[in-house]
């Protein structure tokens, strides 16, 4: 109950295209769900995230699509870039005296085509 | 740059041995975070520390273990050390904990082989 699942695992897009991760959950506890986004040899950065009562997110070409009801949220890449070409993870937390630890998809590789 | 920091960068070391991983949080981040980063287990969260105390545990060995000093930086410390643990290790921090909506910023991590 406590897993995040996240498909697909790589995904190739053409330069301009939109890249669609997409990640379900089944902890109904889960309120905080970012998105990281990480190069080879860096730590995961902060990109995005959202709150659960709130359904869509966007900063700049980044937009997150929050389906409660369905426990299901997606990261949408517009106008994806050769250097998005990256590995993106979806987590999850709880709040709480325990809260905040982040759970993890298992990562998408993005790769950009020119 | 994240502001957290991680030394060292790389550590090569032999079955058996024991090692010291450190984290120095970002100016005012009471809270640290671990993580381990393998293929075939993905991000997986072991330990979280806050203002030095205990706060939550993972999926964390007996042989792992960790604290927070008072000027906040945190040490992980893995002992009896096995191919296995070859992994790059990840520390996070944020301003709260207790909250989900804190954001978690991570350092560059230590990649560990184990030999």
């Known amino acids: 109950q406590q897993q995040v699942k996240q498909s697909p695992q790589s995904l190739i897009v053409q330069k301009g295209g939109i890249s669609i991760i997409n990640c379900a959950y089944e902890n109904t506890a889960f309120d905080y769900f970012p998105w990281y986004q990480q190069f080879p040899g860096k730590g995961p950065a902060l990109l995005i995230a959202i709150r659960p009562d709130v359904s869509e997110k966007k900063e700049g070409r980044f937009t997150i699509s929050f389906n409660k009801s369905a426990k299901q949220f997606s990261l949408h890449i517009m106008d994806s870039q050769p250097g998005d070409s990256a590995t993106y993870f979806c987590a999850a937390s709880t709040p709480g005296y325990q809260g905040g630890k982040l759970i993890f998809g298992q990562g998408t590789e993005l790769s950009v085509k020119p | 740059d994240s502001g957290v920091t991680q030394t060292p960068k790389h550590l090569i070391t032999a079955t058996g041995q024991r090692v010291t991983l450190r984290c120095s949080p970002r100016s005012g981040d009471l809270s640290v975070y671990w993580y381990q980063q393998s293929l075939d287990q993905g991000l997986q969260f072991l330990i979280q520390?806050?203002?030095?105390?205990?706060?939550a545990k993972g999926n964390i060995l007996e042989r792992f273990s960790a604290q927070q000093f008072p000027d906040l930086h945190s040490e992980l410390n893995l002992s009896s050390l096995e191919l296995g643990d070859s992994a790059l290790y990840f520390c996070?921090?944020?301003?709260?904990?207790?909250?989900?909506?804190?954001?978690?910023?991570f350092g560059p991590g230590t990649r560990l082989t184990v030999l």
């Open positions: 520390y806050y203002n030095g105390e205990e706060r």
């Open positions: 996070a921090s944020s301003e709260r904990a207790g909250s989900s909506y804190n954001e978690q910023f």
